[in-house]
């Protein structure tokens, strides 16, 4: 059923990307790098980087037009039991645990209006989306683009309203740090959580069978809803930057917090609460209506659990929308998925890296499927950037690497074991 026009697919994309993380890992990048002018190309950087892979799973999309994101893509690319892993890893790392996570933050600022039990909240604010995407799907997607252009709003108000406010401004050119002291690594950490603040730009790849043109919008979603939040991360950075001296900023997780108190005092902060947590409420509904399409998806292929592709009558997939509910409650009451985004994390990567690169494996078996020349530099780019940033991992976090490493291993051999099991369609085609 194609629920979702142009406009909502493209605040799907908008809404995965933007959570709490580019209000919070500014400080973080700081430590490691104290030149702002360094810090805006990196995140220019992973705006470019976040582009490119929009690019390449918008023309891939053309060609394998399914819902799924990387468990149809990989599969199709190459074969079941891979694409297995990457379904499994997205529906728990992708969507599940980043879901529980979101659900958590929101209950950490909803504190500061009413003071409640931190999970409660998270666990109300779960519930009440997965009601509202199983019960009135349609009315979901356009509640969904509603509240992201009223973050988008708020965002941009503050931005305007912080540059204009501001008296004695930073100078962003300016040294605090000099370049000889600033390492390859420290780099390549801040591209990481920045990379990690990008993550979601191919979130309407998931749901593409229930977008209206699909063929055509799902490309024009990723690549618009890319570049919008690209020009907000940079402007948020900037306002930020300009806004606050560096030293008030190093090593603080609540950037957009100390900006705001520096800027209007106590007040500011509230201001500051109010969009993070519209921010949070967006990523939300996202993730909900984006991941519960993977269990859906894998559902059909698979006999077990075949009941998860069941739909309701306005074409909501009610069972995988409940079980992913359930999974996020879980582990947002158990306090086990941190754990889970350390070690695994990195996993995205990977798989959005195969899939980037499969396009040039396609382009060479079929005739059908060629790339343009920009397509290509895109391609490249993207594997170039993300090779490294998988060998900084490998060479910084050994450990992460390695149970990563093993959890895709072990979900390859059980998706191999399980084809048997495959039921509707012929994934290794």
């Known amino acids: 059923m194609k629920l979702f026009n142009l406009r909502i697919a493209i605040t799907l994309v908008i809404g995965n990307m933007i959570g709490a993380g580019v209000f919070t890992t500014l400080g973080i ?28 799973y918008g ?31 997205s529906l728990f790392v992708g969507f599940t645990a980043p879901l529980a996570l979101t659900a958590s933050a929101f209950g950490h600022y909803f504190q500061h209006y009413i003071p409640v039990v931190t999970p409660l909240s998270g666990v109300v604010l779960i519930l009440i989306f997965s009601f509202l995407h199983l019960s009135k799907p349609l009315e979901g997607g356009t509640f969904h683009s509603g509240i992201t252009i009223v973050k988008i709003t708020l965002m941009l108000l503050f931005m305007l309203s912080a540059l204009f406010s501001t008296n004695a401004p930073e100078n962003i050119f300016s040294v605090d740090m000099p370049v000889t002291e600033i390492s390859y690594t420290g780099i390549a950490l801040a591209f990481l959580f920045t990379s990690f603040a990008y993550s979601g730009w191919n979130a309407s790849c998931y749901v593409l069978e229930e977008v209206k043109e699909a063929q055509v919008n799902v490309g024009k979603s990723l690549l618009i ?11 948020l950075n900037l306002t930020f930057l300009y806004t606050t001296p560096v030293n008030q900023l190093v090593g603080k997780i609540d950037v957009a917090h100390q900006v705001g108190e520096a800027i209007w005092g106590k007040s500011g902060t509230l201001l500051i609460n109010a969009m993070i947590l ?9 993730l909900i209506l ?14 077990f659990p075949g009941k998860l592709s069941k739909e309701n009558a306005k074409g909501a997939p009610v069972n995988a929308i409940c079980i992913q509910a359930v999974l996020a ?19 995205l990567t990977i798989f959005s890296l195969l899939t980037v690169a499969g396009n040039l494996g396609l382009q060479k078996k079929s005739n059908a499927f060629q790339l343009s020349p920009l397509q290509k530099v895109a391609v490249w780019i993207f594997i170039v950037l993300n090779t490294v940033l998988v060998l900084y991992i490998f060479i910084a976090r050994p450990a992460t690497a390695i149970i990563s490493l093993a959890m ?14 495959i039921s509707k369609s012929d994934l290794s085609a």
């Open 278 to 286: 519209l921010a949070l409420i967006s990523s939300t509904s996202a």
């Open 59 to 89: 023309r891939i999309a053309r060609h394998f037009p399914r819902s799924g994101g990387e468990f149809h893509f990989i599969s199709r690319l190459y074969g079941a039991p891979l694409g297995f892993a990457a379904g499994v890893i």
């Open 329 to 347: 409650i879980v582990l947002l009451l158990s306090f086990t998925f941190e754990t889970i985004l350390t070690y695994t994390g990195f996993t």
């Open 29 to 56: 990048q700081l430590e490691e790098v104290r030149q702002p002018f360094i810090i805006l190309l990196i995140w220019l950087l992973g705006g470019l980087n976040a582009y490119c892979g929009a690019i390449a």
């Open 290 to 303: 984006a991941g519960s399409r993977v269990f859906k998806v894998m559902a059909e292929d698979y006999t």
């Open 408 to 421: 895709i291993g072990l979900c390859y051999w059980i998706g191999k074991k399980s084809q048997k099991f």
């Open 225 to 235: 809803g890319t570049a919008i939040v690209t020009i907000l991360y940079l402007g």
